[in-house]
């Protein structure tokens, strides 16, 4: 519990909500400063994963922001794709400050059929979300582009966007675990119900067991703590060398924050592995 506690508290230091990285795509698009568009639309497909379920207001105005964005870079067929996602996560929004010019871009957006998809493991009821929404999977969809995600105690644990053709059926791994089912519940006699013994020799007594020892348990999950904790420091450890090539400030940015996620996991690994210790010796 440790351990996951660590993580999520490193992941909602680091991870900025859709809502703000929105309006910042916004406004680079509006200025023409389409290399900070791209880094806040990146950022905001990233945060995808780590916060609170995306709405789909706002995931339209990421794929209006998008769509404008390759309108202005001379990509107007790609920008189609977009413009045709924002239709379908929320129709009645739209940007006045785009223009015309895109506006009559917008208008000619469509599908151009359907398909399905579907994340690996299925996620459990209430967990899956499409195009912000909770959804049930595999789903039937219409082709183009989608944002998925996978929300557990209120935040997302995977997200992505992702593109069906038409007539694809597509599977999504998300690498996470499935949530367990709850354990079965024993129904108990009611007080003053009747309890039918059986026929047979009287049970014998229970053997007195003496002389316990020590469990190893806490020896091997400390042993297991720590070959982790040497395994994060390593990817921490990298993420140096590529920041050191990092080519903009956004990929430097984005190898920073790994990097101090890696090394937040490896201080709680560390910590939890030195605690089993002192509890199994204090036994």
């Excluded at 990146?42 to 990421?62: G, T």
């Excluded at 895109?102 to 000619?108: K, N, P």
């Excluded at 359907?114 to 999977?137: I, K, N, V, Y």
């Excluded at 996991?265 to 509890?279: D, H, K, P, Q, R």
């Amino acid at each position: 519990m440790g351990i996951w506690l660590l993580i999520a508290v490193a992941e909602a230091t680091d991870c900025r909500e859709p809502g703000s990285l929105v309006s910042d795509a916004e406004s680079a698009v509006l200025e023409a400063r389409l290399d900070d568009a791209a880094s806040a639309l990146a950022a905001l497909d990233q945060s995808l994963s780590c916060s609170a379920p995306a709405a789909p207001e706002i995931l339209a105005r990421m794929w209006l922001a998008e769509g404008a964005m390759l309108v202005f870079e001379g990509r107007s067929d790609e920008a189609v794709d977009s413009f045709a996602a924002a239709r379908r996560a929320a129709p009645t929004v739209w940007v006045a400050a785009y223009g015309a010019e895109l506006r009559a871009v917008y208008e000619r957006a469509g599908s151009g059929g359907a398909g399905s998809l579907d994340l690996l493991p299925t996620p459990a009821e209430g967990e899956g979300w499409l195009d912000g929404a909770a959804t049930s999977f595999p789903a039937e969809v219409e082709s183009g582009l989608h944002a998925v995600q996978v929300v557990r105690e209120g935040r997302a644990r995977f997200g992505r966007v992702i593109y069906v053709a038409p007539g694809d059926a597509l599977s999504v791994q998300t690498n996470l675990a499935a949530t367990p089912l709850p354990e079965p519940v024993t129904p108990q006699p009611s007080a003053g119900a009747h309890t039918e013994l059986s026929a047979g020799p009287p049970a014998s007594p229970p053997e007195h067991v003496t002389g316990g020892g020590r469990s190893p348990w806490l020896l091997v999950s400390s042993g297991a703590l720590t070959a982790a904790a040497v395994g994060t420091a390593i990817a921490a450890r990298s993420q140096s060398a590529q920041m050191a090539g990092s080519d903009s400030r956004s990929e430097l940015n984005t190898h920073f924050q790994q990097q101090k996620l890696w090394a937040y996991t490896t201080y709680g690994l560390g910590g939890l592995a030195v605690a089993g210790v002192a509890v199994h010796i204090a036994l």
